[in-house]
């Protein structure tokens, strides 16, 4: 009988040791390769993400600059009604002018007339208005050249400071020429041409 239980205890013993030798530990072998499984499977599958924008459209604007409808470049706009032959002291002549921003932005504008080489260039003045023309006088507007003397072979400033004009929008200047009442006896039979140079730029 006491042989039995020492047999028995043996053997308890031993299949206890069994267990510790082939079960314990190699469960714990295999669960230390699930974690290093697990941690190589994260570095290599590493996450990532992308975004995408996409701007407006980019477009530029013009400045364009028309006298009466016309470019008046290369080709000048012909300023027909602004002429008088057989002029004597104290006469004028008078004509308007619509000056138009048919660009996409708002500028800026001025304007001198150039005059060809005569004696008679100094003895014309030109008035400069927004005001109404009958033909030989400006009235009523603004005056914004007074009665300046036209340069011989030169330039003069008949707009010294720069007129704001929207886009879309024109005014009308008035231009009134006028033999000086005190024109010397030497421009007689005397001719002069001038252009009017109008320059426009952003605002």
């Not at 104290?90 to 004509?95: E, I, K, L, N, R």
């Not at 707009?159 to 005190?182: H, Y």
Request: with cysteine; net charge positive; hydrophobic share 40%.
């Amino acid at each position: 009988m006491s042989r039995h239980e020492v047999s028995g205890s043996r053997s308890g013993f031993a299949a206890r040791a069994r267990e510790l030798m082939s079960g314990g530990k190699p469960r714990a072998i295999a669960s230390l390769g699930i974690v290093l499984g697990l941690g190589a499977i994260g570095t290599l599958a590493a996450w990532s993400d992308s975004a995408t924008a996409t701007s407006g459209v980019f477009s530029t604007g013009s400045v364009d600059l028309q006298l009466n409808g016309n470019q008046g470049n290369p080709g000048a706009y012909a300023f027909a009604n602004l002429t008088k032959t057989g002029m004597m002291p104290g006469d004028s002549v008078a004509a308007t002018l619509p000056v138009q921003n048919t660009g996409t932005v708002p500028f800026k504008y001025s304007m001198v007339a150039n005059s060809t080489s005569s004696v008679l260039a100094p003895q014309l003045k030109v008035l400069v208005s927004t005001g109404t023309s009958n033909g030989t006088a400006c009235s009523g507007g603004t005056v914004i050249a007074n009665h300046l003397p036209l340069t011989s072979g030169g330039a003069a400033n008949l707009i010294p400071t720069a007129r704001t004009l929207a886009n879309g929008a024109s005014e009308t200047l008035c231009f009134q020429v006028t033999l000086d009442a005190a024109a010397p006896v030497s421009v007689q039979n005397q001719t002069v041409n001038t252009s009017f140079n109008f320059n426009a730029t952003t605002a």
